[in-house]
C-alpha cells in the first residue's frame, strides 16, 4: 500500500499542543514545504524539538515568526534573532541540549533506552537537575530519552513503501527523528516504486515512515 | 619586519599543531582560517558536525544541500563521507576527532572554558561545542590574547558560564602560547612582536614561565 499522500490531506493530520520533532540542520534537510503547511493550517502551541531555529525564513524559522510553537528544544537558536527574542520575553520556552546529547536523547527515546549516559556537560549548566553516575571511575551525565507526537523529516527521495534517501549534508537528524515519533511524515522531493531503491541504498527504512508527501525542490 | 593581523597569526601557529592524517573539526570564524596555512606534507581531514568529513572549499556550483556546520555553502573532497547526527556525534564524542579548534571567551588556569553564552546579553545556545570539548582528543582555544576594551581572557577563574570544565589542552593567542598543565599554564612560546612582560601583564591567570621561552613557531608559513 502506498504511503504516499496530498498536501491537502496532510493539514488534517496536525492538532493544536502537539509535539513535533523536525528535521534539519540551518534549514538544510528541513522540510520547508510541511512547514508553510503548518503556517497556512495555523495549528498552535506545539513543542519543538530540532537541532536549531535556522534564520526568520528558513527551516522552523517562520513557525516561530508566526508565533505557533510555546517550546523549543533545540541546540542553537542564534541564528533566528525572533527565538532569542521571545525567550527573553517570556513568550516561548526554550531549553537547550548540546547538540550530540539532543542526538543521542532522541536516539534513546526511539531505541527503547531508557537514557544514555555522557560526558558532556558536565561542571556546566547542561548538568543541573541531572543524576551523575560513575562508570568505571568515569563519571557521566544521565540524560533521558526524548520522543514526539509527529515527526516531520526531509528527504531527497522516497519509494511508495516509504524508504528513504539522504542527500549531501541534509541527513542530519532525520534519521533518528525518524525512530522515535509516533507519526513519522516525511517531505521528499522524488517518490519512486518500490525497488527502485535498492535495499543497500535505503538510509531509512519505510517500515518506521507513516506518510511521504511529494513537494518538489524548495530553493 | 613586516607585520600581521591577530587573525593570521593565531591561525598560522595553531596549523602548526596539525600532525599528517589528523581528524580535525574547526569551530565557526577564525579557526576556519587555520586550514590556509598548514605545513607542506601536513594533510588533515576536516570534519563538519552537520553530518560529513572531507569538508572542502565551496566549489564552482553551490548543492544547497551541502553546507558546513556555520551553514554557509561547502564543498566536499573525493573520499569523503556524509553521514547523520548521531555518526557525527559519536565520531566526536567517542575519541575519533584528534583536534578540535574552537574560539573562546574566557579561558582559565585549570583548563576550563567559556565560550557559549553572556548572561543577559547573548544566549545563541551551545550547538555542538559542549560535545566537542568533553570528546576531541585535543581541544585548541584560538582567540585574541585580551577582549577589544582590553580586560584579560585568559583568567584565574572563568566568570561566564563554562562550555567545559578542564577540557583545554592548548591555548594559542596572537601574543603567546600557552599549554595547559596539571601545574597551571605554561608559557612556551611567544610571538617575535611582544615580550614575556607584556604577556603576563595582559594574562590575569598565573602563568608557569620556563627560562626559554620560544619564539612562536611555524610562522613562516604567513609568507606563503
Known sequence: MSKVISQEELAALFEDKVSVMMGGFMGVGAPAALVRILVEQGVKDLTLITSDTATPDTGVGPLIVNRQVKKIIASHIGTNPETGRQMIAGETEVELVPQGTLAERIRAGGAGLGGILTPTGLGTVVEEGKEKLLVNGKEYLLELPLRADIALLKAYKADKAGNLVYRQSARNFNPIMALAADLVIVEVEEVVEVGEIKPDEVMTPGILVDKVVCCGRIS | ?224
Open chain 2, 1 to 224: 619586519m613586516k607585520t600581521y593581523s591577530a587573525k593570521e597569526l593565531i591561525a598560522c601557529r595553531v596549523a602548526g599543531e596539525m600532525r599528517d592524517g589528523d581528524v580535525v573539526n574547526l569551530g565557526i570564524g577564525l579557526p576556519t582560517l587555520v586550514s590556509n596555512y598548514l605545513p607542506e606534507g601536513i594533510n588533515i581531514t576536516l570534519q563538519s558536525e552537520n553530518g560529513f568529513v572531507g569538508l572542502a572549499p565551496v566549489g564552482s556550483e553551490v548543492d544547497p544541500d551541502l553546507v558546513n556546520a556555520g551553514g554557509k555553502p561547502s564543498g566536499i573532497f573525493p573520499g569523503g563521507a556524509t553521514f547523520d547526527s548521531f555518526m557525527s556525534f559519536a565520531l566526536i564524542r567517542g575519541g575519533h576527532v584528534d583536534v578540535t579548534v574552537l574560539g573562546g571567551l574566557q579561558v582559565d588556569q585549570d583548563g576550563n572554558l567559556a565560550n557559549w553564552m553572556i548572561p543577559g546579553k547573548m544566549v545563541p545556545g551551545m550547538g555542538g561545542a559542549m560535545d566537542l570539548v568533553a570528546g576531541a582528543k585535543k581541544v585548541i582555544v584560538a582567540m585574541e590574547h585580551t577582549a577589544k576594551d582590553g580586560a584579560a581572557k585568559i583568567l584565574k577563574t572563568c566568570s561566564l558560564p563554562l562550555t567545559g570544565k578542564g577540557v583545554v589542552s592548548l591555548i594559542v593567542t596572537e601574543l603567546a602560547v600557552i599549554k595547559v598543565t596539571s601545574d597551571g599554564l605554561l608559557l612556551e612560546e611567544i610571538s617575535p612582536f611582544t615580550t614575556v612582560e607584556e604577556v603576563v601583564a595582559k594574562t590575569e591567570a598565573k602563568l608557569i614561565i620556563s627560562d626559554h621561552v620560544g619564539v612562536m613557531k611555524g610562522l613562516e608559513q604567513l609568507e606563503k
